[in-house]
């Protein structure tokens, strides 16, 4: 699960959200505020009913797989709360709403989420189609400072030298 790999890799804190127990608007702000300060994000898209984990469901979201979660951004006196996510494989992409050839986009909106039509993996989707498509989400958060094993990391010269970790 991608929860015990992010842990297990950074040694950060990392949590598990279940997405349906909780309000869409609350996981989006929590999703949202984990953005907002660095956090490495990811979720994890529902089983298949016959157990075929390589099907996917009608909005082209492959079950049992897990996806990035790249950024979170909304345009709220338009009560637009996008999630931008990306397919590992690059391609298999969400096909409903705010899908890369939806009518919903405006060259406005393109601009402002920074949207690119090209079948790279990359999607976007807004909190509602969300919750309905991905089961968990998980959110490791970073924290400078924090002692991974027996390395520090050094805040000043994070930015300086490439980190490499040995495990």
Not at 44 to 72: C, E, M, P
Not at 118 to 132: A, L, P, R, S
Request: aromatic share 14%; with cysteine; proline share 3%.
């Amino acid at each position: 699960c991608i929860f015990e790999i992010l842990l297990l890799l950074t040694g950060f804190p990392s949590e598990i959200i279940k997405n349906d127990k909780e309000k869409p608007m609350e996981l989006y702000n929590k999703i949202e505020d984990a953005n907002d300060e660095g956090a490495v994000m990811g979720c994890g898209s529902y089983q298949s009913a016959t157990g075929r984990d390589d099907t996917k469901n009608r909005g082209n979201i492959v079950f049992s797989h897990a996806y990035t979660l790249i950024d979170a951004k909304s345009i709220k006196q338009d009560d637009i709360h996008l999630l931008k996510i990306r397919n590992p494989w690059g391609k298999i992409e969400w096909n409903g709403a705010w899908s890369d050839n939806s009518s919903l986009w405006t060259p406005n909106y393109k601009g402002y989420f920074g949207h690119e039509n090209k079948e790279d993996g990359t999607f976007f989707m807004n909190i509602d189609d969300y919750v309905q498509n991905y089961a968990e989400t998980h959110i490791c958060h970073i924290l400078y400072g924090s002692k991974i094993k027996t390395y520090n990391i050094n805040y000043e010269d994070y930015y300086k030298y490439p980190l490499v970790w040995n495990i």
